[in-house]
């Protein structure tokens, strides 16, 4: 079977909670955290709801430069890897820096940081031609978000391959993926792979209204992501952080670390169809998941519970339950589905990072965590998305999907290592 | 103010600043009665489409403008329908 | 690896050419194309010279449709994937969907269109923002738009490593093909050459204030003193070699043999920068020996600290003066994520032709022990080139093209 890949090291930084623990506390217990926007003043805005993590990096280890110099997302990508790291024991039992990669995956950088330096070069837009004596060095950081993974390749002290994986809402899944491909090939034996996005900023809350992307249920912003719901319209905007430490399974048994689940398959695949639309048919999203399970050697009956992009949107829903049943057959049916970002929001290229922490945390825990708010049947959405309430049970194999502006469709399957091999 | 008045011309040039015209598509033809998708133009051009008619004439689109008046025809008299709105007491 | 992963065509758009005929005419005499900005008034900037893609009118290339949802990086790419499946002979439709795919990288996305919108929401208001900057601005937008025009369902990807990401790229579509993909359209486009991308740029203290185009990007020059920004890019086909045999290629330009990347210590740690150790896995993934090194293209940053860096890792590897260097992206300024793809498709035409491009502009400062190629080009047998790229934090990358004859 060649080289397998697992997972050792878990950090998280997601709205509700900083930190896998009180991550897990919030989808366990089935919580949401999406409110009114606090960030600025959203009135004028058609979505003004929003899932923001109350974060303070000054209480996270990050120093008054560090602070200064990353974007949001780069503090929110720095402060997982070091959890992951920690929890992953492998700081104390040692590791080749030059063995050692970084994948950071961000669908939009620094947009936030551009959106406020922005509004100073150009005076509040009056400049066309901005100045260029108001903008502050680390603006290059946010020009370029390969900062990202500078920053987390200096916090962790590796020197291997790094770069930063952008594919739009996809991307923390396929950057996750791409350093599975590395370690397997041999070009590293650990990677810090993961996926952070902090987009909670006017310039994108603008984007998503000019196309009603995101929902407009102001009134109720604690039940305003409703995915699979009748009556869902929209997603809601999140951030957050999910990293991870990968390691080759060998080395890992023999360091004695605990593992998590090992990422046995993953696949991605483009619609080539539009770059926001889906076609309801969901063939792209299937072909991924196909090939994801073919390389996990795994049928799609040994999945016991997937964890859905499920991002709210009328067309999203209905687009991944055709998928799902086009690969899974009946047992599609059978499998527990359900998304988290009726919590957590939609946090765009971090949210496939932080849907793969949830699912590994769910076989941690053999539970599967809810769908909230999901009240009302779809009757184009019909499969058991686990409403309201997480459900005990064991949990094996999980499959993990994303979808993405530009087309891009991943899966990814993660499976305890000990599991039987079709 | 005064009633403006939306015609088929000021729609063809939003259309066309907005996004553009499918390859062998003449808007200056006969497209009065021609659906949007048969003009090649998807969901993303329609929203653009209706933001900036939204902008240039200080109305508010309902968010179903486009699957309730999915003809050129239909959409102007829809839009003159909301300016005569604006100028009603 | 029984799989060679072979250039059957290219696509390139920079500032000394369109197309591969165009391009190359101009790059192998060293024909400089820097010149003042013109896209915008740069004079009250401390920089003011760029290398632009002159005369590109996109109506002439583009359905209207597509142009004003696409930032000028955009269109370039997607012109220039449309002349990649013209020079490599291949109908996208006579392959199937899911074997075809596009691995890009990007380095700042499209900052002009993201200026615009942000300049809207900001003295306009929100609700003034496009419908497109959902999309068009984002780093993914390239291997988006191209998989759509194009029908490419297959594996696809974007990497971002400043400078260094064009590298990555390439060893990313490379992976895919060894993986059984058919064809994997790899390269990178960038376009900032805007007021904000300018500032942004500038901000970063490595572009060259000098106001005459012939000595302002002067890599291993004693006068070193900065980079002159550029745009464009190149996109490249790769293919499984047997697959462009059996549907008979013409043009199968070489051999992606070899990649190593890294990433530097942490600064301050006072060790040795990553480059040497890239180089020395590029070579080792490639099999091939120091010797075997016909010709090195630069990263040329054109900054003396970042030069003495790259010259030791190149004479570490090559010994002093071991190796003709040549930096042909004197004549275009450093296009980022395009920087390195246009290095990889001067490398090819360099192999095919047996000429190494000048290094535009430059005189040899005598602190280098550098073979640099400089005022003419140089004929040479040119079986094997190594590209470097390294991106700003610490990104390096290496990749080993060979001849395939």
């Given amino acids: 079977m060649g080289r397998r890949v697992v997972i050792t090291g878990v950090g998280v930084l997601a709205p509700g909670g900083i930190g896998a623990k009180s991550f897990w506390s919030l989808l366990s217990e089935g919580r949401t955290a999406t ?89 509040g837009g009056a400049l066309d031609l901005v100045d260029h004596t108001y903008a502050p060095q680390h603006l290059y950081n946010y020009f370029v978000p390969s900062s990202f993974s500078a920053e987390v390749a200096w916090a962790v002290g590796a020197e291997g391959p790094a770069t930063v994986v952008s594919t739009g ?65 929209g997603f809601v905007l999140g951030e957050g952080s999910a990293v991870f430490v990968l390691e080759e399974l060998a080395s890992a048994q023999r360091r004695g670390a605990h593992i998590y689940a090992e990422i046995a398959g993953y696949a991605s695949r ?8 889906l076609r309801p048919d969901g063939r792209e999203m299937s072909e991924a998941i196909n090939v994801a399970l073919g390389e996990a050697r795994m049928n799609g009956d040994q999945i016991d519970y997937i964890n859905a992009h499920g991002s709210g949107t009328k067309q999203n829903d209905r687009h991944e339950t055709a998928a799902f049943k086009l690969s899974l ?50 009757p184009e959405c019909d499969l058991d998305y686990v409403p309201l309430t997480a459900r005990e049970q064991r949990t094996d194999a999980v499959l993990t999907v994303g979808s993405g502006f530009g087309g891009f469709q991943s899966a990814m399957v993660l499976a305890r290592p000990e599991r039987s091999v079709a | 103010m005064s ?65 309730d008046h999915r003809t050129p025809r239909a959409l102007v008299a829809a839009i003159n329908g909301y300016l005569k709105e604006l100028v009603a007491p | 690896m029984s799989v060679k992963t072979v250039i059957t065509g290219i696509g390139v758009a920079t500032a000394n050419g369109l197309g591969v005929d165009e391009f190359w005419a101009a790059t192998r005499v060293g024909k ?22 002159r005369g590109f009118e996109v109506s002439e290339h583009l359905p209207s449709r597509l142009i004003p949802q696409t930032d000028r990086m955009t269109q370039l790419a997607l012109v220039a994937a449309d002349c990649a499946f013209e020079d490599a002979g291949v109908e ?130 004693a006068a070193a003193n900065g980079y002159v920004p550029g745009e464009g890019g190149a996109l490249l086909i790769l293919e499984d070699i047997r697959t462009a045999r059996e549907r008979g290629a013409e043009n199968i330009y070489g051999e992606v043999a070899g990649y190593g990347a890294t990433f530097d210590p942490k600064p301050g740690s006072g060790r040795e920068p990553g480059l040497r150790r890239a180089i020395a896995v590029a070579l080792a993934d490639a099999g091939v020996e120091a010797g075997e090194v016909d010709v090195v293209f ?22 002093p003066s071991g190796v003709p260097v040549t930096a042909p992206k004197t004549m275009i300024g450093r296009l980022y994520s395009g920087a390195a793809p246009v290095d990889v498709v001067s490398a090819v035409l360099a192999i095919r032709e047996g000429l190494i491009p000048p290094t535009t502009n430059v005189e040899l400062s005598p602190e280098y022990d550098l073979d640099l190629v400089t005022g003419q080009p140089r004929t040479a047998s040119v079986r094997t080139a190594l590209v470097l790229a390294r991106g700003v934090g610490g990104f390096n990358s290496a990749v080993v093209v060979r001849a395939t004859g």
Wanted: hydrophobic share 40%; proline share 5%; with cysteine.
């Fill in chain 3, 298 to 319: 630069a990263d040329a940053a054109g900054s003396p600290d970042l030069d003495r860096q790259e010259a030791d890792a190149i004479t570490a590897v090559f010994g």
């Fill in chain 1, 169 to 233: 809402c996809t991307s923390g899944l396929d950057s996750v993926g791409h350093a599975v491909e590395l370690i397997r090939e041999g070009t590293a034996d650990v990677m810090i792979a993961g996926a952070t996005d902090a987009p909670i900023s006017p310039i994108t809350m603008a984007c998503f209204d000019a196309i009603k992307a995101t929902t407009p249920r102001n009134d109720d912003p604690e039940h305003a992501s409703r995915p699979f719901d009748g009556t869902r319209n």
């Fill in chain 3, 92 to 221: 996208p439709g006579n392959i199937p969907e899911f074997d075809m795919g596009v691995v890009t990288a990007s380095t700042s996305g499209g900052f002009e269109f993201g200026q615009n919108e942000l300049k809207k929401l900001w003295s306009q208001g929100s609700q003034y923002v496009s419908a497109y900057q959902s999309f068009a601005w984002f780093y993914a937008v390239n291997s988006g738009q191209i998989s759509i025009r194009n029908g490419m369902k297959g594996p696809s990807g974007v990497v971002v490593s400043d400078h260094a990401g064009g590298l990555d790229a390439i060893a990313q579509a490379r992976r895919q093909i060894r993986k059984g993909s058919k064809l994997i359209f790899s390269g990178g486009f960038d376009a900032s050459i805007c007021p904000w991308g300018w500032v942004a740029q500038v901000a970063g203290g490595r572009l060259s204030t000098s106001d005459e185009p012939d000595r302002a990007y002067l890599p291993f020059d």
């Fill in chain 1, 329 to 378: 057959g009946d047992h599609a049916y059978r499998t527990p589905v359900s998304s988290i970002k009726s919590m957590v929001g939609h946090s765009l290229g971090a949210i496939g990072s932080i849907e793969i922490a949830a699912s590994v945390l769910a076989m941690e825990h053999d539970m599967v965590p809810p769908t909230a708010n999901l009240h009302t049947p779809d």
């Fill in chain 3, 32 to 53: 400089n194309a820097i010149g003042r900005v013109t896209r915008f008034d740069a004079s009250s900037y401390p920089a003011r010279l760029a290398g632009e893609v």
């Fill in chain 2, 3 to 67: 009633e403006q008045e939306f015609t088929i011309t000021d729609l063809t040039r939003i259309l066309l600043e907005g996004a553009g015209a499918g390859e062998g598509i003449d808007l200056g033809g006969d497209i009065l009665d021609t659906d949007f998708e048969e003009l090649g133009y998807e969901s993303l051009a329609l929203l653009e489409t209706g933001g900036r008619i939204e902008r240039e004439y200080g109305i508010s689109l309902d968010d179903d403008i486009f699957t």
């Fill in chain 1, 270 to 277: 483009c619609n080539a169809f539009h770059m926001t639309g």
């Fill in chain 1, 35 to 123: 409110r009114r926007i606090t960030f600025f003043d959203p009135s004028s805005f058609r979505s003004r709801v929003a899932a923001e993590a109350d974060f303070d990096p000054h209480l996270h280890g990050l120093t008054p430069q560090e602070i200064r110099r990353m974007d949001r997302a780069a503090q929110f990508a720095v402060v997982t890897a070091r959890e992951a790291l920690a929890d992953s024991g492998l700081e104390l039992a040692g590791f080749d820096p030059h063995r050692t990669g970084v994948t950071i995956g961000s669908a939009v950088g620094a947009t936030t940081g551009l959106d406020d330096e922005y509004r100073v070069v150009s005076d």
